[in-house]
């Protein structure tokens, strides 16, 4: 057996794992990624937005060769087609993001990392890990086929919703059936969209515990998707995404030119997301919002601080949980309390009948909102009626 030896493993090459492996490799660990996949970066699996101010927090800075589209407000549709507008001639403050060309971006993430000093291999699977001394021995399958292990002193999981690590270190990251949400989305192009600078979200029966978007990529390109609850749903996905397209104006007319599907967990941030030489980042820690299902900068801001405290980890040569604590503390206070408020507020909407979607929207429709908040949001609804105001009392 060829054994490589480095102080952190990342599992998935992701958002997440990238920015760990950037702090790392620049706090002066051995850092090494692998992704199972022959390209990074596919297939892309969100709808690609991000809020303005996000980039900055993780220092990144924004490139023009990853941005598709840069977005300057939002429109919310209730299943009446009532329609709350956001945008610069409503707002004081702007809600301005961009759409990302998550192929491209996810690579140059992973490029940051390889010039502070960490190594890559692409196309090289984790099939299983187990503890040996002081860290854990990963098996790999690579196409170069010049290691079959991996030696490590901390792993990080960087795998998704449907990874391996926290099985493989006994971290308990079921998702319940109620809190798994169903996701398909198309790439379309000849779309007719009313405001091509805004992000746009259908809620109601048109996708049951969910919502359908679309978010513009450029004048006449967007990605159409729609997310549904796995026990509210009657139909699947695609047949919901496709009767949603089939009866919106703005995509009748379009065609798809690539199809992305996966899983969706919105139950917040897991219970345990560390154990001794183990962290979750990203979607692996659940580190996805409740209510969205938008997980770009929460992964980039996990993997962020999961790499700082790994890199001081290894400093210390202290790879206990108690040492990794750090990264768990950050992670609960930064997004796990707000996460909390998150599900109450998803289960409000997921639950909501039509009619009470519909007066919801309306609402904000009629309301004189100058910044889009969800704290804005739900004031406006609270003030409905007493009847609306019960169904919030857990958000506040």
Known sequence: MNIKEVDVLIIGAG??????????????????????????????????????????????????????????????????????????ETLETPATGIILERKVFDKHMTMDAIREGAEVMIKTEALSMKREGDGYLVDIKSFNKEYNQIKAHIVIGADGPEGHVARWAELNTKVPLAEMESGLQYEMTNLKMKNNSV???????????????????????????????????????????????????????????????????????????????????????????????????????????????AAKAIKNRDYSEEKLQEYADYIDNHLGKKFKKYIAIRDVLYNSSDEDLDEYITALANANITKLSTKSLIKVVMKISTRKLFKFRKIR
């Open 15 to 88: 958002p997440a794992g990238s920015l760990a492996a950037r702090e790392a490799s620049k706090n002066g660990a051995k850092t090494l990624i692998i992704d199972k996949k022959s390209e990074i970066g596919t297939p892309k699996r969100c709808a690609e937005g991000i809020m303005s101010g996000v980039l900055e927090r993780v220092h990144i800075t924004p490139d023009e060769r990853w941005i598709a589209r840069k977005i300057d407000g939002a429109r919310i549709v209730s299943p009446n087609n009532t329609s709350a507008w956001f945008t610069p």
């Open 199 to 309: 992000i746009q979200f259908f809620f109601g029966s048109v996708a049951p515990g969910g919502y359908a978007w679309i978010f513009p990529k450029g004048y006449d390109t967007a990605n159409v998707g729609i997310d549904i609850s796995g026990i509210k749903a009657e139909k699947s996905a695609v047949k919901y995404l496709n009767d949603f397209i089939a009866n919106c104006d703005e995509t009748k007319d379009g065609q798809i030119v690539e199809i992305n599907a996966g899983g969706n967990p919105l139950c917040g941030i897991f219970d345990k997301i560390i154990t001794d030489n183990v962290m979750l980042v990203g979607d692996a820690a659940g580190c996805v919002s409740p209510i969205t299902g938008g997980g770009i900068d929460t992964a980039l801001e996990s993997g962020m601080i999961a790499g700082r405290v």
